[in-house]
């Protein structure tokens, strides 16, 4: 079946340091993969996707890109903001040849962000 | 305003309630979905519906309902919970069902089972 596992939360870091954190996936079809982002007394926000290998999806200075060969979508910002606590959610949308999947996306379990001023 | 509106934010209920969860999605997509957020787990899928049309049922027990009079309303219909049933319920929609289309979710309810 399909999963996702993301690194291990929370996250803690001083605003204008630099965020990784990792998302690996296994999918049986065609798989898009796509970060969420949920602040605080909010539902999930789409941040940024990609829909096949290689691609890169970016947004709001964040950026994922999409290795089949290790089967990760990493999501990095160059320097966080004090606005970019929250929690993110990797997430999975596959495909069988043929077929489709009803917008079933699989989820990791999130990661807590936290920036410090 | 969002473009996918849920009501109630909070309900608290008991155990022999009868409660519903409303959801309003005003971007003229055909999918709209349920969600479950507990703590420390994944986000849990439990109802898909395209075109009005129930097309999942993720294994949710009885207790939870689901209700799409048109494509723009989705209601959660719900009776003699469990304390464990207390969870964050996100409606979200999607264009389509296709896979590179993404879903916008509501701020959601929070729901206690007392």
């Known amino acids: 079946g399909n999963s996702v596992t993301q690194m291990e939360g929370p996250v803690t870091l001083s605003e204008e340091a630099f965020l990784t954190i990792n998302c690996t996936y296994t999918?049986?079809?065609?798989?898009?993969l796509f970060w969420y982002v949920q602040y605080p007394g909010e539902g999930l926000q789409l941040l940024l996707k990609a829909t096949k290998a290689d691609d890169k999806g970016s947004n709001k200075g964040f950026e994922a890109t999409y290795r089949k060969e290790t089967t990760s979508f990493h999501l990095e910002k160059g320097s966080v903001q004090v606005s970019d606590s929250a929690v993110y959610f990797c997430a999975l949308s596959d495909r069988k040849a043929g077929g489709t999947s009803y917008g079933k996306l699989t989820f990791g379990q999130g990661t807590i962000l936290t920036v410090h001023p | 305003e969002t473009g996918v509106t849920q009501t109630p934010r909070h309900l608290v209920m008991g155990m022999t309630n009868k409660k519903s969860l409303k959801c309003e999605q005003h971007?003229?997509?055909?999918?709209m979905y349920w969600y479950k957020q507990s703590a420390k787990k994944p986000l849990e899928l439990m109802f898909v519906y395209s075109l009005e049309e129930r097309v999942e049922n993720n294994s949710v027990p009885s207790r939870f309902s689901p209700e799409c009079p048109n494509s723009s309303h989705l209601f959660l219909h719900l009776h003699t919970l469990q304390p464990e049933d207390s969870a964050l319920y996100l409606c979200?929609?999607?264009?389509?069902?296709?896979?590179?289309?993404?879903?916008?979710f509501g701020n959601g309810t929070r729901l206690t089972v007392t």
């Open positions: 999918a049986t079809g065609y798989p898009s």
């Open positions: 979200a929609s999607s264009p389509s069902t296709g896979n590179n289309s993404p879903l916008h």
């Open positions: 971007l003229g997509h055909n999918a």
